[in-house]
């Protein structure tokens, strides 16, 4: 089967891998669509933590099932996603309900080769029935499952403002969960386009230009001085993630779902007097995927609106690096296979 695998920061290379076997308590998947979200594009940089090389990127994945093991419900053709966070089931993580952070947790697609290929072998306990949403929609049910999954930490509340830091997938996604929340949520970026989608796709209420305005004085407009109560980060960027300790309310919530590798750095009087809770958001948990899907067949969640670039899989080699650039306006890259 062709299967496409980044070798090194920067490189990708296609090959010819046998397809894999049924083996016990897994089953077989036939990929139609992989969606490109920020892990994929840190991978290629070579800045994304917890990876190594060769890998095989994708783990947000719309497929046909085509035969499992202990894999009962699910029938041949069968639309399906599935949960990438492969867990152990042993670990204190596991035994409290949290998979979604197992100690000895493998990502699909970072810590084992994922979905860039025809086929791929899953747990059969991870699949997820496409329950007649399209593939287009299925692939985009993982990167919405982030953003539920970190509304949910946050435990966000009716009437709250939320200040959402980083319009990418990602943040897109944490704004429209906590709008469904009933959230007042605030969009901050230091890309216009980015932040003129938010308002115009996603009825986002309030923007800030994080380079460009004064961030203190836009946010105490927009809460009548009261700063958000609720704070999440989905860039990953260690100066937008230390500065935004200054932009919680007092008693506020501060999630980290964006991912870097250097230090948190918070001034500890300012954190204390606000009596302030810092969270951190990883990956997402069988509840969040359903939520995902159950608000896109309601109508709450249009994935259509998501989908700017859309490639054949021997396309992605050359197509890949450009998605890079924020001049090209990419908010989700689609492959079809």
Same mark, same amino acid.
């Given at each position: 089967?062709?299967?496409?695998?980044?070798?090194?920061?920067?490189?990708?290379?296609?090959?010819?891998?046998?397809?894999?076997?049924?083996?016990?308590?897994?089953?077989?998947?036939?990929?139609?669509?992989? $969606?490109?979200? $920020?892990?994929?594009?840190?991978?290629?940089?070579?800045? #994304?933590?917890?990876?190594?090389?060769?890998?095989?990127?994708?783990?947000?994945?719309?497929?046909?099932?085509?035969?499992?093991?202990?894999?009962?419900?699910?029938?041949?053709?069968?639309?399906?996603?599935?949960?990438?966070?492969?867990?152990?089931?042993?670990?204190?993580?596991?035994?409290?309900?949290?998979?979604?952070?197992?100690?000895?947790?493998?990502?699909?697609?970072?810590?084992?080769?994922?979905?860039?290929?025809?086929?791929?072998?899953?747990?059969?306990?991870?699949?997820?029935?496409?329950? @007649?949403?399209?593939?287009?929609?299925?692939?985009?049910?993982?990167?919405?499952?982030?953003?539920?999954?970190?509304?949910?930490?946050?435990?966000?509340?009716?009437?709250?403002?939320?200040?959402?830091?980083?319009?990418?997938?990602?943040?897109? @996604?944490?704004?429209?969960?906590?709008?469904?929340?009933?959230?007042?949520?605030?969009?901050?970026?230091?890309?216009?386009?980015?932040?003129?989608?938010?308002?115009?796709?996603?009825?986002?209420?309030?923007?800030?230009?994080?380079?460009?305005?004064?961030?203190?004085?836009?946010?105490?407009?927009?809460?009548?001085?009261?700063?958000?109560?609720?704070?999440?980060?989905?860039? $990953?960027? #260690?100066?937008?993630?230390?500065?935004?300790?200054?932009?919680?309310?007092? @008693?506020?919530?501060?999630?980290?779902?964006?991912? #870097?590798?250097?230090?948190?750095?918070?001034?500890?009087?300012?954190?204390?007097?606000?009596?302030?809770?810092?969270?951190?958001?990883?990956?997402?948990?069988?509840?969040?995927?359903?939520?995902?899907?159950?608000?896109?067949?309601?109508?709450?969640?249009?994935?259509?609106?998501?989908?700017?670039?859309?490639? #054949?899989?021997?396309?992605?080699?050359?197509?890949?690096?450009?998605?890079?650039?924020?001049?090209?306006?990419?908010?989700?890259?689609?492959?079809?296979?």
């Amino acid at each position: 089967m062709k299967t496409l695998i980044c070798t090194t920061p920067g490189q990708f290379e296609y090959a010819d891998r046998e397809k894999p076997q049924l083996t016990k308590d897994h089953s077989i998947l036939k990929i139609k669509r992989i $969606g490109i979200c $920020g892990t994929d594009l840190h991978a290629f940089e070579g800045t #994304q933590p917890f990876f190594a090389y060769p890998r095989v990127l994708g783990h947000e994945l719309a497929a046909e099932f085509v035969e499992g093991d202990n894999a009962a419900g699910f029938t041949a053709g069968e639309p399906v996603t599935f949960i990438p966070y492969f867990h152990c089931g042993d670990c204190i993580a596991c035994r409290s309900g949290k998979p979604n952070c197992c100690t000895d947790i493998k990502v699909c697609g970072v810590h084992v080769d994922g979905g860039m290929a025809e086929y791929l072998s899953v747990p059969s306990h991870s699949l997820i029935h496409g329950d @007649g949403l399209s593939f287009d929609e299925l692939a985009l049910v993982e990167p919405l499952a982030i953003g539920a999954h970190g509304v949910r930490r946050a435990d966000v509340k009716p009437g709250e403002f939320v200040l959402v830091i980083g319009a990418g997938p990602i943040g897109l @996604g944490i704004m429209e969960f906590a709008r469904i929340a009933g959230a007042r949520v605030i969009a901050m970026d230091i890309n216009d386009r980015r932040l003129d989608f938010c308002r115009e796709k996603l009825g986002v209420e309030f923007t800030i230009n994080g380079m460009n305005d004064d961030v203190h004085a836009k946010l105490q407009e927009f809460t009548n001085g009261d700063y958000p109560t609720v704070v999440i980060d989905a860039t $990953g960027n #260690q100066k937008a993630i230390n500065s935004a300790f200054l932009y919680m309310a007092h @008693g506020a919530r501060y999630v980290l779902v964006g991912l #870097q590798k250097g230090e948190l750095i918070v001034s500890h009087p300012e954190f204390h007097k606000r009596e302030s809770t810092l969270m951190s958001s990883r990956n997402a948990t069988r509840e969040d995927f359903e939520h995902v899907i159950r608000s896109m067949k309601s109508g709450k969640v249009n994935p259509a609106t998501y989908i700017t670039h859309r490639v #054949q899989f021997d396309e992605v080699k050359d197509e890949f690096a450009s998605w890079l650039n924020p001049a090209n306006g990419v908010i989700k890259a689609v492959v079809e296979l």
